[in-house]
């Protein structure tokens, strides 16, 4: 049966090639663009881990939740007793680095104005590691001999009208409601993913913070991991220990509810488009292929004049129709795989998104699951198209087939 579909599809070039055509179209189209949303993902995801979440942070329980309006309760008292025990659980070949912080909140004046801040204290060399995906604007990056160096964010800059080498009063409570102060000198200004983010941000050495906030202990453990994959499994072996001593564990995942809502988004988006495609290469497929058979119908007629039953011929157009779905899939895959190896070769410029100012350049990746649903579903439309005129053809009678012959 299928020797003798494969011959027919052959012996109909036109056809045949009008129909491939249609399903190629529709696998690389579904390729390309799943390729790229994908990218997008990945993409978005490594710029928020590499600008401020990293793949973990750990805090002391309730911390994420209250610990903003009193960090006093849920500091890490022992930070080194923590870093260790990360270590010896994971494996240090897991790990890129584990870096502390201090957060707080406070005053930043430069002689002539005040300006409300988020600061971070900072492990300086270990943070540079962090931030790749971080732009440093104007001056350096803070290394560990900045004992009072500062890094401001963009808008904090701008706001206050700093450059690199400005001094500025940082003024912030300590964790005992006293107020105190330090003078620091600009070393830097940064742009990260979030306009947000950039417009209130400074960061400072972990040790000139400790001495601000009068502690020497740390809010939370930022972890960066070799691959971005092993977040799931390092967060269950690390919670599992961890758990007894206090501590809870967030993923970059969900520090950034907007990556979530931003993957729920386009999920919705490329299923319609699969929809869209799907019911495009369904109705050109069924075209063409109504075409083909209704012009065969005398030849249907003749081989069932000669004793072939109707669901056999049902069984050859289904055959005819299935080749030309495996054959064009294939193609379409193939074509699909190279021109995205192509197109990422040269890049796609793409504008900054919402709440950023900093563009990226796209890429097509290759995704095994996307390159399975786009071959599936160029298959099911070659299919599904054929069902109805196969079976019209099959229950005819052998006398009006047969009269399509002359």
Do not use: C
């Not at 002539?112 to 492990?123: A, C, F, H, N, Y």
């Not at 939370?220 to 991991?225: D, I, R, T, W």
């Not at 993957?263 to 929809?275: A, D, M, P, S, T």
């Amino acid at each position: 049966m299928f020797k003798l579909a494969l011959r027919n599809n052959f012996r109909q070039k036109m056809r045949s090639a009008i129909t491939l055509a249609a399903i190629i179209s529709g696998v690389v189209g579904i390729i390309l663009a799943g390729g790229w949303i994908n990218n997008i993902f990945v993409q978005l995801g490594e710029a928020l881990i590499h600008s401020q979440s990293g793949h973990l942070q750990i805090y002391k329980q309730g911390y994420y939740d209250t610990g903003s309006r009193s960090p006093e309760k849920y500091l890490i008292t022992e930070p080194d007793n923590v870093k260790k025990q990360i270590a010896e659980e994971v494996g240090v070949e897991k790990f890129d680095s584990v870096m502390a912080r201090l957060n707080f909140s406070g005053l930043l004046n430069n002689g002539r104005s005040d300006l409300s801040i988020i600061g971070e204290g900072v492990q300086p060399e270990m943070e540079a590691k962090l931030g790749s995906s971080v732009l440093i604007t104007t001056g350096r990056q803070l290394t560990n001999e900045d004992a009072f160096g500062i890094m401001l964010g963009k808008g904090v800059a701008q706001a206050l009208n700093l450059k690199p080498g400005d001094y500025v009063t940082l003024l912030v409570n300590t964790l005992e409601g006293a107020l105190n102060s330090l003078d620091f000198e600009v070393i830097g200004t940064f742009q990260s993913f979030s306009n947000d983010y950039d417009a209130r941000a400074v960061k400072i050495p972990l040790a000139a913070a400790q001495e601000l906030l009068g502690t020497q202990g740390v809010n939370a453990f930022v972890v960066l991991l070799k691959r971005t994959e092993d977040t799931d499994p390092i967060t269950i072996r690390l919670a599992a220990r961890l758990g007894a001593a206090g501590l809870e564990i967030k993923t970059w995942m969900e520090l950034n509810d907007f990556y979530e809502k931003t993957v729920e988004l386009y999920k919705g988006q490329f299923g319609v488009l699969q929809l869209i495609i799907l019911i495009m290469v369904l109705l050109s497929v069924a075209n063409s292929i109504n075409m083909s058979i209704f012009e065969r119908v005398g030849e249907f007629g003749t081989m069932m004049a000669l004793g072939n039953r109707s669901n056999q011929i049902f069984q050859l157009i289904l055959s005819e129709s299935l080749l030309l779905g495996v054959i064009g899939s294939g193609i379409g895959v193939g074509i699909g795989i190279l021109l995205a190896l192509a197109i990422s070769a040269i890049g796609i410029s793409m504008p900054p998104p919402p709440n950023a100012d900093l563009g990226y350049t796209a890429q097509i990746q290759i995704v095994p699951s996307v390159l399975l649903m786009a071959f599936i579903i160029g298959l099911s439309a070659t299919v599904l198209a054929a069902l109805l005129p196969a079976r019209q053809v099959s229950r005819m009678q052998v006398v009006e087939a047969l009269r399509q012959n002359y």
